[in-house]
């Protein structure tokens, strides 16, 4: 089923976009009008404080309007400009201008709907904010020939960057020395392996720098970034895809064109019944006109429903915070439970973007290899893969090495020569097999067995490499054989001593949870800017029965369709570009399919942003965050199936009490009609409909939407609730109808008029309130001790409300007797019965289910 993906832009984010051009534009400008900068001195010394003057003036700085959460005014414009709170809205200012306030009780649910959800928004909006502040990073620049710490936003152009290990890079930036320079850019491109900078080359914000140090010359700031840019897209604002919150407002859309009519109807039927328009108007009974029409209204639209699935998703969002999980558009709860596809990022998201030893093959049993093998893992300036080795090999020599050459992503190797005295005593090599065996056996022994040892380990090593690992061999040689030289070393006579496989560290919860959404019937898909075999070894480590190498995304077709055949077949996916990602979730989509996205990186921002339900880790980016529905503070993968759990109890829970809600509002439409046509007076007043809602739906409804309920989603949420709630809505106008047309056709003698109505109104009352009780009664089945109390106390709170003199006197109730009391009875028994045989007959065929 192809669906429509284009969502209009709000006009809000038309003009941000454009002041972002005009941004560009103006920074372009200012910089070309820059004084000159001596090359030279800038890289020794940094700007002087004319140039900083220069560059604040022209506002050449690095602030970046992006928010990192949604704004105040668009999370109150999501909740309060509905057409629900139109509706509503317009029929409470009739009901207080011309009306008794007593009728405007349904204004309190317009304002409860609206006030829910902006609280659980503003909530999760503080919580995002709250930590992009935590995690603000920090610049250090040379400005003036001294060092200075300074916020991000804070930098300017031409800025001189010291990059350290750790730091984020906070612009784009040329760099201008570098030793050993290693920057991990997987938050842009998914790729996990760092790739080495050099001077003159470009190093991009929003990356970070994790081996080496360096100093780079900012090159664009703000909004020419390259982060930003990346960004920008998915800042377009769009609601949460949600069926649940669709059905309802294709309910109102539909109920709202035929209110148009209807109104006209019902103004008319009653300006009449008052004694027609000139009478009503020269006697002032338009006002009860009015108020009558707008008690047909309120009874139409079933706000308590929208209200109860605000509650749903409030306390759903509440439940799933306190397990971590932020919650940051409500019927985003929903969306998990509808999702049928995964896809999956895989660095930060299924691993952890840090390595781990996987296997150890020793090739020569050297004393002290193990030794040899902690020094480097515990040593300072360790790289990442060092590092890797601290758990397994954590006792390093005792005494200092002699000499030490530092690994470099350029020679792929370190060294260190400990002495002849040492526990660990020769030089040992650590690094990449091709290089560090490149030698061969030029210094090998006669019989050859260096060569076969060199030979074996490369094979094994080629062979690693194919299932995605990545291998470092350890390689010794007596200190005798040493040939120094200012940070080389002679390769040759290495004995290769042992062979090291490294892998992405996985998260290690992520294997169980992606086996719960296979279980489930979802499929998974991984797709990654990293290389494909490295991607397809994450996958088999989490569960995957995938034995290929991955499919290269360079590959890839660009049209859509073509794109959907390959994603039918293709599971694993790496080199995946982050406008491909975005294609692939639009893709997955034109087939059907309800998509979940997960990621951490800026370049899964826009394929967040685009899936039915984004999903970030709580250390990703924070223009990650601000744009995806759902976040994993702790990044803890096994939250999702409870927030799958919480997403099915609301669904199935809301889909019960809708049938409560629109049942009523299939009668209201009926009687509306009819009384129209017939030129009667409405049968109920506004706060009479307030008692029928409260005691037969809404209270009892709230109570039964917090009960659990695992059952499985299942597509077509209105067509189920319409074919139960339209014939019972039938039943129940056809009870009003008739009660209100006996107690006109046959009044009380003894009864004035204005007293004959109001009985006529209350028998109509007392017939819809028993009825729909047992509506609610079919509904809550299998009856246990909590639900057959809340039965029980609606029916209790009934007898209450006829009993105590000041609720009938408030509610305009006067309790029928004689001949109305025993039609009203001999009329609900009989709709009673109806209504159990509707409810048996459908649930015989499938279409109404007792709770699971």
Request: neutral net charge.
């Amino acid at each position: 089923m192809n669906r429509d993906l284009t969502r209009s832009k709000p006009k809000s984010t038309i003009l941000a976009e454009r002041r972002d051009e005009h941004r560009r534009a103006a920074l372009a400008e200012a910089r070309a009008r820059l004084a000159p900068v001596d090359a030279v001195v800038l890289a020794r010394d940094g700007l002087d404080a004319a140039q900083l003057a220069e560059r604040r003036d022209a506002e050449l700085v690095n602030v970046v309007a992006h928010e990192s959460s949604r704004s105040i005014a668009a999370i109150v414009r999501s909740n309060v400009l509905t057409l629900f709170n139109g509706v509503l809205g317009s029929a409470l200012v009739l009901v207080l201008l011309v009306g008794d306030p007593r009728d405007a009780l349904f204004g309190f649910i317009v304002l409860a709907n609206a006030a829910i959800g902006v609280l659980q928004e503003y909530r999760a909006k503080r919580t995002l904010d709250k930590l992009a502040v935590l995690h603000a990073p920090k610049a250090r620049v040379r400005r003036g020939g001294t060092d200075h710490d300074i916020a991000v936003a804070e930098v300017l152009q031409d800025d001189v960057l010291l990059l350290r290990t750790g730091d984020q890079i906070p612009a784009d930036a040329i760099v201008l020395s570098a030793e050993s320079l290693e920057v991990d850019e997987s938050l842009l491109t998914g790729e996990s392996d760092p790739v080495v900078k050099g001077p003159g080359d470009l190093a991009l914000s929003g990356s970070a720098v994790v081996a080496g140090h360096g100093a780079a010359r900012v090159h664009r700031v703000g909004a020419e970034s390259y982060a930003s840019a990346l960004t920008a897209e998915a800042r377009r604002f769009s609601l949460v895809n949600s069926e649940i919150r669709n059905s309802i407002n294709r309910i109102i859309l539909y109920i709202t064109w035929a209110l148009i009519p209807i109104i006209l109807l019902v103004i008319n039927g009653q300006m009449n019944a008052h004694g027609g328009w000139a009478e009503s108007i020269n006697s002032g009974k338009w006002r009860e006109a009015v108020v009558s029409a707008v008690a047909s209204i309120v009874a139409m639209i079933p706000e308590g429903l929208v209200l109860l699935t605000s509650v749903s998703f409030g306390l759903a969002a509440v439940t799933l915070a306190r397990r971590n999980v932020l919650v940051q558009e409500l019927p985003a709860v929903e969306g998990l439970a509808r999702v049928d596809m995964v896809c999956l990022d895989k660095t930060g998201t299924l691993t952890e973007g840090r390595m781990e030893l996987a296997d150890t093959t020793v090739l020569a049993a050297v004393p002290g290899w193990e030794s040899a093998l902690a020094f480097s893992a515990v040593h300072p300036n360790a790289n990442a893969t060092a590092a890797a080795l601290a758990p397994a090999y954590g006792t390093p020599p005792t005494d200092a090495p002699a000499w030490i050459v530092p690994f470099s992503s350029a020679r792929k190797y370190s060294a260190a020569t400990f002495g002849t005295g040492s526990t660990a005593a020769g030089t040992w090599v650590l690094g990449a097999p091709d290089i560090v065996l490149a030698a061969g056996s030029l210094d090998g022994s006669v019989d050859g067995s260096l060569e076969t040892g060199h030979d074996d380990a490369l094979t094994l090593s080629h062979d690693l490499a194919g299932r995605g690992l990545r291998a470092v061999v350890l390689a010794h040689r007596p200190a005798s054989n040493l040939v120094e030289g200012e940070g080389e070393l002679e390769l040759a006579g290495l004995v290769p001593v042992a062979l090291l496989a490294f892998r992405e560290k996985v998260r290690p919860d992520a294997a169980a949870t992606l086996q719960y959404f296979r279980d489930q019937g979802v499929a998974l898909k991984i797709i990654s800017g990293d290389n494909p075999r490295t991607v397809a070894a994450v996958a088999r480590d989490v569960g995957f029965d995938f034995s290929g190498d991955g499919f290269d995304a360079r590959e890839l077709p660009a049209e859509r369709d073509a794109m959907a055949e390959v994603l039918a077949r293709e599971s694993v996916l790496g080199r995946v570009t982050p406008e491909q990602k975005k294609s692939i979730v639009l893709a997955l989509q034109s087939r059907g399919h309800v998509v979940a996205m997960t990621g951490d990186g800026v370049n899964d921002a826009l394929a967040l942003k685009h899936a039915d339900i984004g999903i970030a880790m709580g250390t990703g980016a924070p223009a990650t965050k601000a744009v995806s529905r759902l976040v994993l503070l702790d990044g803890q993968f096994s939250h999702l199936p409870s927030v799958v759990a919480e997403g099915r109890r609301v669904i199935a829970n809301v889909e019960r009490v809708a049938n409560l809600f629109l049942t009523k509002t299939a009668y209201a439409v009926i009687i509306s009609i009819v009384i129209g046509i017939l030129l009667w007076r409405y049968p109920f007043l506004p706060r009479q409909l307030s008692i029928v809602s409260s005691m037969t739906i809404g209270i009892p409804a709230f109570f039964l939407a917090l009960l659990p309920n695992a059952r499985r989603y299942q597509p077509g949420f209105l067509r189920r609730a319409l074919l139960f709630s339209v014939p019972a809505g039938a039943i129940l106008a056809g009870c009003i109808m008739a009660v209100y047309a006996f107690s006109r056709a046959f009044p009380n003698p003894l009864l004035t008029d204005a007293e004959a109505v109001t009985t006529g109104q209350t028998a109509t009352t007392m017939t819809v309130l028993l009825v729909a009780l047992w509506v609610l009664g079919a509904l809550a089945r299998p009856f246990d001790v909590w639900r057959a109390l809340l039965v029980a106390a609606m029916v209790a709170g009934l007898v209450l409300i006829m009993a105590i003199p000041f609720a009938r006197n408030f509610f305009a109730l006067d309790i029928p007797s004689g001949p109305l009391l025993a039609v009203t009875i001999g009329v609900t028994a009989t709709g009673c019965l109806a209504v159990e045989l509707l409810y048996r007959f459908l649930k015989k065929h499938g279409a109404v289910s007792e709770r699971e």
